[in-house]
């Protein structure tokens, strides 16, 4: 039976990218899922996790097959009485020519499955995990082919349904939404000049992201018998609604991708790690498609393991528990922020409208409070650590 220093189950672009990272210092990984199957979404990813796969040797690729993210606005897109100022985020106001770049997931994950091929320090196996178990000291993952093997850290990335977490014996809270995600791709007469922009609608965010070229992505939130039929409209039909829900910003419209409609929900798991599994991306958490968090959230899960690993030679066997506390706060204060986020869209109570269109304006007006929430955004934690380090500074420089 092969031992494996660290066994990935799940091959989609969380599981890839782990098992790119943590082979890196010498470990053996293996990879053990199906092909992932051919995904025609978008993916923003932003100046964080960009670095993080710039150290990957992938920097060059991002590049090539995405688009940069210079401007982000936000438009108020309601008819309600209180209606919030356009917002417009500038990551030349934080220092950066781009907050991320939006990539297409399909040509991103065929990158990485070509550097996980030229690896000597991963194996990968095409084969479905059929049971998991473990002991004191090791894992034993049985896949369905009739191959066993063994590891001494499983890190589950097999996704909402993981079969990894269920044999943990991990539990989750679910919630779902009264909306559906219409996901396309379209083509457009003038530049998007790197600008992405978000409108707040009652029924949710409709938001398009730049791809290389004249060409978009977008994710239209609505209701779910709006959204069953906007996916069967013909083509110039649909492109003439996004036109039309754009106000013509970016001139005549052209959808060149089939749309796909994902019903919104909310997962998270009770624990994010025990004993030697660990859990990433979406067998930890998923949300609705809001804000560029999930893949971003995804690459944090990697990022602290690989700092983990980095502090000890040895796998430890509480290395979950370890990576549940490390990474609790972090997940969980993103699932809730994007939860207010979005359900702040649908209700109609005067006072969260008010909440809502003040934060809104006090951003708009306010540069200061402008960089705090994008420099935040971006780095989780940078913004307090901003605010106090100048706080320290003025009692340094304080007489005493």
């Known amino acids: 039976m092969d031992h494996y220093d660290i066994a990935i189950v799940g091959a989609g672009l969380a599981g890839a990218l782990a098992a790119l990272a943590l082979s890196r210092d010498g470990r053996s990984v293996a990879l053990v899922a199906p092909a992932a199957p051919h995904d025609r979404r978008t993916t923003a990813l932003m100046d964080e996790a960009i670095g993080f796969l710039g150290t990957l040797g992938l920097g060059e690729?991002?590049?090539?097959?995405?688009?940069?993210?210079?401007?982000?606005?936000?438009?108020?897109?309601?008819?309600?009485?209180?209606?919030?100022?356009?917002?417009?985020?500038?990551?030349?106001?934080?220092?950066?020519?781009?907050?991320?770049?939006?990539?297409?997931?399909?040509?991103?994950?065929?990158?990485?499955?070509?550097?996980?091929?030229?690896?000597?320090?991963?194996?990968?196996?095409?084969?479905?995990l059929e049971s998991?178990?473990?002991?004191?000291?090791?894992?034993?993952?049985?896949?369905?082919?009739?191959?066993?093997?063994?590891?001494?850290?499983?890190?589950?990335?097999?996704?909402?349904?993981?079969?990894?977490?269920?044999?943990?014996?991990?539990?989750?809270?679910?919630?779902?939404?009264?909306?559906?995600?219409?996901?396309?791709?379209?083509?457009?007469?003038?530049?998007?000049?790197?600008?992405?922009?978000?409108f707040h609608t009652q029924q949710g965010p409709f938001t398009q992201v730049p791809l290389p070229g004249k060409r978009s992505s977008l994710v239209w939130v609505m209701t779910p018998e709006q959204a069953a039929e906007m996916v069967t409209r013909e083509p110039a039909a649909l492109s003439s609604a996004v036109e039309e829900r754009m106000q013509s910003m970016l001139g005549k419209v052209a959808v060149d991708t089939e749309p796909q409609a994902f019903p919104l929900s909310g997962m998270a798991a009770t624990h994010f790690g025990r004993g030697r599994v660990i859990l990433v991306g979406e067998a930890a958490h998923a949300f609705p498609p809001i804000g560029a968090q999930g893949l971003n959230l995804s690459l944090r899960d990697v990022m602290t393991l690989v700092s983990m690993l980095a502090e000890r030679p040895a796998i430890p066997g509480d290395i979950g528990d370890r990576y549940d506390r490390r990474r609790r706060a972090d997940i969980l204060s993103r699932t809730v922020s994007v939860d207010l986020l979005n359900r702040s869209l649908l209700t109609g109570f005067l006072p969260v409208q008010m909440l809502r269109t003040g934060g809104l304006q006090a951003l708009s007006s306010a540069g200061a409070l402008r960089s705090l929430v994008m420099q935040e955004g971006l780095r989780p934690g940078s913004a307090i650590r901003t605010m106090f380090g100048g706080l320290r500074e003025k009692i340094g420089r304080h007489p005493a």
Not at 161 to 183: F, H, M
């Open 61 to 128: 690729d991002v590049t090539a097959l995405g688009a940069p993210l210079a401007t982000l606005r936000i438009i108020d897109g309601t008819d309600r009485l209180l209606r919030a100022p356009v917002v417009t985020f500038r990551a030349a106001e934080i220092g950066l020519e781009a907050f991320g770049y939006n990539l297409p997931n399909a040509p991103l994950l065929d990158r990485l499955n070509e550097r996980i091929a030229e690896a000597p320090s991963i194996a990968r196996i095409e084969a479905r």
């Open 132 to 198: 998991l178990a473990e002991d004191a000291t090791i894992c034993t993952l049985r896949l369905a082919d009739g191959r066993a093997l063994t590891a001494s850290l499983v890190i589950g990335a097999d996704g909402r349904r993981s079969l990894v977490r269920e044999a943990r014996g991990i539990g989750t809270r679910n919630w779902r939404y009264p909306q559906t995600a219409v996901v396309l791709n379209f083509a457009h007469e003038r530049p998007h000049e790197n600008i992405s922009t978000e």
